[in-house]
């Protein structure tokens, strides 16, 4: 079991940068993979980033090298560094983890969410 807690939302001028945290509680994340998914209304829920227990990444396409997954297994801590950010990345930004840490099944512990929002 893990317990997930996101923050460093925020409201960024188009270009800006802002970086997510999302700390674990629990189970250590050593043992997970971590992914970041973003949602809002009206759209379906997507996801952005993922990094599994061996420090693999993955992200959206769409991105195109603007996002980048990392994490301090010591500070069981997964982050999000969001560069050249525009109005479209704009949802409310939700951390996850697995189960087994391959990112191969569906997500099992969710955080809250923390807000970004792009003018």
């Known amino acids: 079991h893990v317990q997930l807690v996101e923050s460093g939302g925020g409201s960024v001028q188009a270009g800006g940068s802002l970086r997510l945290s999302c700390l674990a509680s629990?189970?250590?994340?050593?043992?997970?993979?971590v992914g970041w998914f973003r949602q809002v209304p009206g759209k379906e829920r997507e996801g952005v980033a993922s990094?599994?227990?061996?420090?693999?990444?993955t992200y959206l396409d769409s991105l195109k090298g603007r996002f980048t997954i990392s994490k301090d297994n010591a500070k069981n801590t997964v982050y999000l560094q969001m560069n050249s950010l525009q109005p479209e990345d704009t949802a409310m930004y939700y951390c996850?983890?697995?189960?087994?840490?391959?990112?191969?099944?569906?997500?099992?512990?969710w955080g809250q969410g923390t807000q970004v929002t792009v003018s």
């Open positions: 629990g189970n250590p994340i050593r043992s997970h993979c």
């Open positions: 990094i599994d227990m061996d420090g693999r990444t």
């Open positions: 996850a983890a697995d189960r087994w840490g391959y990112c191969s099944g569906a997500m099992a512990y």
